[in-house]
């Protein structure tokens, strides 16, 4: 059984260029959420995506945008990278009930480390 | 919104001893749930340890165990008989669930070092 699979592993980029991270989740799995985790810091949450629609957001700017494929892979995208963008991505699936619940288990990927210079 | 706190940046325990971390947070909901998460130096998030807010009984799981105390929205994390594997950052998190969504909100993190 696989788990959350993220790709690619590290990225290098250039101020004001856009870069496209992906994850694919746990087999079963329909939900899809995004974490930010700079250095030194936990996890902040991105953005949750599921039946191919952003479902909640956190305080993230609209350079920061997503995508959900009826796979329920997901894609991240960040236009415009800034210095401060450079972190470790984390992708986390779950899956959600018919109530549109969760049951609080989100299992991660081992993230993409994203550099910009 | 919630908030997580996690006053301890480091800790360092001898092999085989205990150690107890801290973690406080604050919520509005009436059901949620709090874990605790390893994250070794290969960056990979594990799951350590899951607590229902509704459940007054504290989580158990083998040598890692937590004090929830839903009054003072304390919930710390005792890890018994340390290993030198369980050297890690440690992260608390509680978790939001509504019918729009669910997200996790993370502590700061706390170092934990085992010594040999």
């Known amino acids: 059984d696989a788990g959350v699979t993220q790709s690619p592993t590290h990225l290098i980029k250039t101020r004001g260029q856009q870069v496209t991270l992906r994850c694919s989740p746990k087999?079963?799995?329909?939900?899809v959420s995004w974490y930010q985790q700079a250095l030194g810091q936990g996890p902040q949450f991105i953005f949750q995506y599921y039946e191919e629609e952003e479902r909640q957001r956190g305080n993230f700017p609209d350079r920061f945008s997503g995508h959900q494929f009826p796979n329920y892979s997901s894609e991240l995208n960040v236009n415009a990278l800034l210095l401060g963008d450079s972190a470790l991505y984390l992708c986390?699936?779950?899956?959600?009930?018919?109530?549109?619940?969760?049951?609080?288990?989100?299992?991660f990927g081992p993230g993409t480390r994203l550099t910009v210079l | 919104a919630q908030t997580v706190t996690q006053s301890q940046p480091e800790m360092s325990v001898q092999e085989a001893e205990t150690v107890t971390l801290s973690c406080t947070y604050d919520?509005?909901?009436?059901?949620?749930?709090l874990f605790w998460y390893k994250q070794p130096p290969s960056r990979q998030m594990i799951l350590v340890i899951r607590?229902?807010?509704?459940?007054?009984q504290n989580a158990t799981e083998n040598r890692f165990s937590v004090n929830f105390q839903k009054a003072a929205k304390s919930f710390s994390l005792k890890i018994s008989d340390s290993q030198l594997g369980d050297t890690a950052m440690y992260f608390c998190?509680?978790?939001?669930?509504?019918?729009?969504?669910?997200?996790?909100?993370f502590g700061e993190g706390t170092q934990l070092t085992v010594n040999p």
């Open positions: 986390a699936s779950s899956s959600t009930g018919v109530y549109g619940t969760s049951g609080s288990m989100q299992y």
């Open positions: 998190a509680s978790f939001r669930e509504e019918t729009s969504g669910s997200r996790l909100t």
């Open positions: 607590q229902e807010a509704y459940k007054q």
């Open positions: 919520t509005s909901e009436s059901n949620y749930y």
């Open positions: 087999s079963g799995h329909d939900t």
